[in-house]
């Protein structure tokens, strides 16, 4: 049986990319869709800001916590199988959206499409590299793939806010079932079955899987359960603690077990350290920079939401104008100071909108420039600095590492912010325009984020530039 097309053109491969593309096309879109959506989410089903920050952050959190066991599992029984199966179960997860009355229904059905997206992305960039056997040819499809789905993370927000003029928001999930039939219909038809020979055949580490989502998951749960509950409650310093624990559990299970789940030996190699650290910083910025804007423009601008959503178009024309600039940069300064720069750029946004955010939307523009500029080159040198530092036998799972530490911190960012904002400004946000505690709130919000992404960064860079 082949275990590629060994195609020799791009062209050749177009039914096989076409459906990888619309796989992580539909990935970032469910990153950035809805966070125009949610002060129309919230009045239609009477959510809390609490609520809000959950609907957005319970895909990350499962997509997050769920990816390492999903790519393991897919190592064993077939990486396009299991990408199948996640795409069916997004579709009808999607569909389910038009059955949804109240806010814990959306929870839910976002929490399914969180396990189809844990489902369908650590084997993308392994399936992709199956469709070429030269390396010129690997690079470019990859870089087409990421490229369809940053275009679909810039325009999520500006074409949610111009759909809610013409359409209710169930319909911005809808989009979500044609984009998964096509990623289907290509891959099962550019995409040979996996061989079984070339399948591993080593025991998953179901202990080790469920102690790394109990981690993630717990974690993410306690600033949410500080603000409910208060920090005169046990209930929010139980789950610190259960967090704790089970992280503890984790390293421990993984340093003992014959057939770990993740070999944390390999996490600790300088470039991977590094790599997985800057993509997290850029992953954190994005998310939570998009939840406070979004919040900002409409609560305490007043904006309506399609012009909130031209607000984003910043962003939209850094992350797709973006990539001509990637190839140059990396060329001229090399891979290593390509990653610091782009890390520090997003750094600088953060700071620009932090201090001067509140002075007028010019300031907001210029912060989401700054951070789409750094992520733009950030998603293509992190990744690749953590292959580097991998052996050739362990990519896959390096793949694994690089995308649940982006969609972990992307949780962690809207968390953050969510949370924070949520302290700071306890009231409804209907009454943003007439308080002064909310610009108060943005701004602590934005400095959290700024102080969180620049530690990240500062570490990646020193971890980078130590030996192997």
Request: with cysteine; charged share 10%; net charge positive.
């Amino acid at each position: 049986m082949r275990t590629h097309v060994e195609s020799r053109s791009l062209l050749e491969a177009w039914p096989a990319l076409a459906g990888l593309s619309a796989v992580f096309l539909v990935e970032m879109l469910d990153n950035s869709i809805l966070n125009v959506a949610l002060p129309t989410i919230g009045r239609e089903l009477s959510a809390s800001t609490t609520t809000l920050q959950w609907v957005t952050g319970v895909y990350s959190v499962v997509f997050g916590g769920l990816m390492l066991a999903f790519g393991a599992l897919a190592d064993r029984i077939g990486r396009r199988k299991v990408m199948l199966a996640g795409l069916v179960l997004l579709g009808v997860a999607s569909l389910a959206t038009m059955f949804v009355t109240v806010a814990w229904q959306l929870i839910t059905v976002r929490a399914v499409m969180g396990v189809a997206a844990a489902m369908t992305t650590p084997g993308s960039l392994a399936l992709a590299f199956r469709l070429f056997d030269e390396d010129v040819l690997r690079v470019r499809a990859t870089t087409l793939i990421s490229t369809v789905g940053l275009i679909g993370l810039a325009v999520g927000p500006t074409a949610g806010g111009l759909v809610l003029t013409v359409a209710p928001w169930q319909a911005l999930l809808l989009v979500n079932v044609p984009i998964a039939a096509l990623a289907f219909l290509g891959i099962r038809a550019g995409i040979p079955a996996d061989d079984p020979a070339g399948l591993h055949r080593d025991p998953i580490d179901v202990a080790g899987a469920a102690l790394g989502t109990a981690t993630i998951v717990l974690a993410l749960l306690a600033p949410t359960l500080f603000v409910e509950a208060g920090t005169a409650s046990a209930l929010p310093w139980g789950a610190t603690v259960a967090a704790l624990a089970a992280a503890i559990c984790f390293v421990i299970r993984e340093k003992t077990a014959r057939h770990p789940l993740l070999d944390l030996k390999l996490i600790a190699r300088p470039l991977v350290s590094s790599g997985l650290a800057l993509k997290a910083a850029a992953g954190l910025a994005t998310a939570g920079l998009g939840y406070l804007v979004t919040l900002q423009l409409q609560f305490g601008l007043g904006w309506a939401p399609a012009q909130a959503a031209l607000g984003m178009l910043p962003q939209v024309v850094v992350l797709i104008a973006g990539g001509a600039l990637i190839t140059p940069l990396i060329t001229r300064v090399g891979l290593g100071k390509a990653a610091w720069l782009s890390a520090a750029a997003v750094v600088c946004g953060l700071a620009v909108y932090t201090v001067f955010g509140g002075l007028g939307y010019i300031w907001v523009a210029v912060a989401l420039a700054l951070v789409a500029a750094g992520m733009r080159v950030v998603g293509v040198v992190a990744g690749t600095n953590v292959m580097r530092g991998l052996p050739p036998n362990r990519t896959t799972i390096g793949a694994a590492l690089v995308d649940t530490s982006s969609e972990v911190t992307t949780g962690i960012g809207i968390a953050l912010s969510g949370t924070i904002l949520a302290v700071v400004f306890p009231g409804a946000l209907t009454a943003a325009q007439q308080s002064a505690d909310f610009p108060k709130a943005i701004t602590c919000g934005g400095l959290a984020l700024t102080l969180l992404s620049a530690a990240l960064v500062g570490f990646g860079i020193l971890r980078g530039r130590r030996p192997e």
